[in-house]
């Protein structure tokens, strides 16, 4: 079992930045990749970025150039920095962990709210 926790959303004017985290704990060891969802009102979970536990990296062509991902895996978290925020990227992100041994499970988080305003 994996138990994530996030953390950093909040309301930001357009142009700012917010920088998200998540804390796994339980068997942190099986954790393949880590990656960030978002969810915005009457839209589908969207992948917004994942990292590897090799340090590979993917973004969303709507986030490409604006946020970062990276994981410290000392501290077993993982971060999404998100500069020049639009509107647009109002949303609850979700943390998210893919374990394939011994089998393929996905955990997820409870979600943090980040509101852009214009």
């Known amino acids: 079992q994996v138990q994530l926790v996030e953390s950093g959303g909040g309301p930001v004017q357009a142009g700012g930045s917010l920088r998200l985290s998540c804390a796994a704990s339980?068997?942190?060891?099986?954790?393949?990749?880590m990656a960030w969802y978002r969810q915005a009102p009457g839209k589908q979970r969207e992948l917004v970025a994942f990292?590897?536990?090799?340090?590979?990296?993917n973004y969303a062509d709507s986030v490409k150039g604006r946020f970062t991902i990276s994981r410290d895996n000392a501290k077993s978290t993982a971060y999404l920095q998100m500069n020049s925020l639009k509107p647009e990227d109002t949303a609850v992100y979700y943390c998210?962990?893919?374990?394939?041994?011994?089998?393929?499970?996905?955990?997820w988080g409870q979600g943090t709210q980040v509101m852009v305003s214009s």
């Open positions: 990292i590897s536990d090799g340090g590979s990296t």
């Open positions: 998210n962990a893919l374990v394939t041994i011994p089998s393929v499970k996905m955990y």
């Open positions: 339980g068997s942190i060891a099986r954790i393949n990749r």
